[in-house]
Nanobody, 129 residues
Framework: QVHLVESGGGSVQAGGSLRLSCAVS????????MGWFRQAPGKEREGVAA???????GYANFVKGQFTISKDNVKNTLYLQMNTLKPEDTAMYYC???????????????????????WGQGTQVTVSS
């Protein structure tokens, strides 16, 4: 059974940094895409960043160098380094995993949430001004 467990969220002041982690277990696929999404209260879920099994990375337009996605294949862990945090970055952050056809994985890399079939429970990030 696939499990995704996020950690690393918390409360920080504007300008601060956080590194989110997502521990992955039970994921048997060699070809995959992993992504970070976020959802703020009263807003729709939005994609933040994704990385596939080949190391190809995609970012949402709003990231603009503020966030960096990475993965450690030995530790089976996905990361999101978030710098220069702003109050508008306040949200629940979720990691997700996609497996399937090449078309699905391409869509997942573009942060199409419908392409992801496994989701974590989320970790809260709160940024105060």
């Amino acid at each position: 059974q696939v499990h995704l467990v996020e950690s690393g969220g918390g409360s920080v002041q504007a300008g601060g940094s956080l590194r989110l982690s997502c521990a992955v277990s039970g994921f048997p696929y060699r070809k995959y895409c992993m992504g970070w999404f976020r959802q703020a209260p009263g807003k729709e879920r939005e994609g933040v960043a994704a990385i596939d099994s080949d190391g190809t990375i995609g970012y949402a337009n709003f990231v603009k160098g503020q966030f960096t996605i990475s993965k450690d294949n030995v530790k089976n862990t996905l990361y999101l380094q978030m710098n220069t945090l702003k109050p508008e970055d306040t949200a629940m952050y979720y990691c997700a995993a996609a497996s399937g056809t090449e078309d699905i994985l391409i869509s997942a890399l573009t942060l199409d949430a419908k392409s992801y079939n496994y989701w974590g429970q989320g970790t809260q990030v709160t940024v105060s001004s």
